[in-house]
Nanobody
Framework: QVQLVESGGGLVQAGGSLRLSCAAS????????MAWFRQAPGKEREFVAT????????YYADSVKGRFTISRDNVKKTVYLQMNSLKPEDTAVYYC???????????????WGQGTQVTVSS
């Protein structure tokens, strides 16, 4: 049974930082790309960042480029999202996702975590 468990969300002031973690289990971690998506109230789920199976390549949404960093530890089977210079518009539920093909479309990811709330106050 595949499980993705996020942690690290919370309330932070604008300009602050948070690091999200997503621990994976249930299938071979190194066989899959990992990604972070987010969904704000009343909005559709949107792509944030993705990382390839080996961690050799990353790709970011323009809205977070230069502020967020995705990384993975294949020994710990965990993917991270370091978020710096947070803005109120970053407020959302953040989800990690796992899929074979990777990319920025939610359709290529077949397993999702339960989400963790990030709230950025102005």
């Amino acid at each position: 049974q595949v499980q993705l468990v996020e942690s690290g969300g919370g309330l932070v002031q604008a300009g602050g930082s948070l690091r999200l973690s997503c621990a994976a289990s249930g299938r071979t971690f190194t066989s899959y790309a990992m990604a972070w998506f987010r969904q704000a109230p009343g909005k559709e789920r949107e792509f944030v960042a993705t990382i390839t199976r080996t961690g050799g390549s990353t790709y970011y949404a323009d809205s977070v480029k230069g502020r967020f960093t995705i990384s993975r530890d294949n020994v710990k089977k965990t993917v991270y999202l370091q978020m710096n210079s947070l803005k109120p518009e970053d407020t959302a539920v953040y989800y990690c996702a796992q899929g074979y093909s990777g990319g920025s479309s939610h359709r290529t990811y077949d397993y999702w975590g339960q989400g963790t709330q990030v709230t950025v106050s102005s």
